[in-house]
């Protein structure tokens, strides 16, 4: 192993479709590189906050990663919190990190 590291950034927008409001209070994280190394990131909120989101809202941010490949993919869930006290994971779809060059 060469010992590089990659950085990857990435926007994520997250928009409550529901007829009820909800704020995202934790996040996890899958993150498995090119080699098949997995990591777990688990937190409260994204990027320091926990918004709260009315139906139609939207809430969007750009964080980033760093994996031990030239690409990777990433996963997860939102952890959210409706008015009512009622709790669900909002999934994350699987996306692709790569540098432009390996993106074809």
């Known amino acids: 192993m060469s010992g590089r590291q990659y950085a990857f950034a990435y926007t994520v927008k997250i928009a409550n479709q529901s007829a009820v409001t909800a704020r995202l209070e934790s996040r996890h994280w899958i993150i498995t590189d090119a080699g ?4 777990e990131v688990r937190g409260p909120g994204v990027v320091g906050v926990q918004p709260r989101l009315r139906p139609g809202e939207s809430f ?14 990433m996963r997860g869930s ?3 919190v ?14 692709h990190l790569g540098l432009p060059q390996n993106l074809n």
Do not use: L
């Open 36 to 39: 098949g190394h997995v990591e």
């Open 60 to 73: 969007e941010y750009t964080s980033w990663c760093v994996i031990a490949t030239p690409s990777g993919e």
């Open 78 to 80: 939102y952890q959210m």
């Open 82 to 95: 409706t008015d009512g006290g009622g709790q669900f994971d909002a999934d994350i779809a699987p996306f």
